[in-house]
């Protein structure tokens, strides 16, 4: 499905293990945060270990927000597929909330129908 091939490249955006690096974020922010200290009393610069915790700050930030964005679009996924298999063996009339909360585009070819889900991802439907 589709929906792997986007899993994919935000683990690509992430890094091989988002939760990993994370971590080791966290770490060396926890180091730096020492040395700063250890520096500030012996009173030396500390300038570029404070610059260095403001770039793992927002690289973390940056993450968390994919991190966010994917859950939200796992969820929006799986209330679909729910909402699918609850009503396949109905007729389904249009459904103005579905549409708006799950579906950004349909796209009518004489053979084809090209939904495009709002994370991005599309599917290609044989009429």
């Known amino acids: 499905m589709k929906y792997e091939a986007i899993s994919n490249e935000v ?3 992430l890094g091989e293990n988002p939760a990993t690096e994370l971590e080791d974020i966290n770490q060396e922010i926890a180091d730096l945060q020492k040395d700063i200290l250890g520096g500030v009393k012996a009173h ?4 570029e270990l404070a610059e260095r915790v403001q770039e793992l700050r927002s690289r973390k930030t940056e993450i968390e927000a994919v991190q966010t964005a994917e859950k939200r679009n796992k969820e929006r996924i799986n209330n679909l597929r729910e909402s699918i298999e609850k009503s396949k063996d109905k007729v389904l009339a ?3 909330k579905l ?3 799950f579906i950004k585009e349909i796209k009518i070819f004489p053979d084809k129908l090209t939904i495009t889900v709002i994370s991005g991802a599309h599917e290609d439907i044989t009429i």
């Open 94 to 96: 249009y459904d103005e």
């Open 44 to 47: 030396w610069d500390v300038t």
């Open 11 to 13: 683990m690509n955006l």
């Open 99 to 101: 549409v708006r909360n």
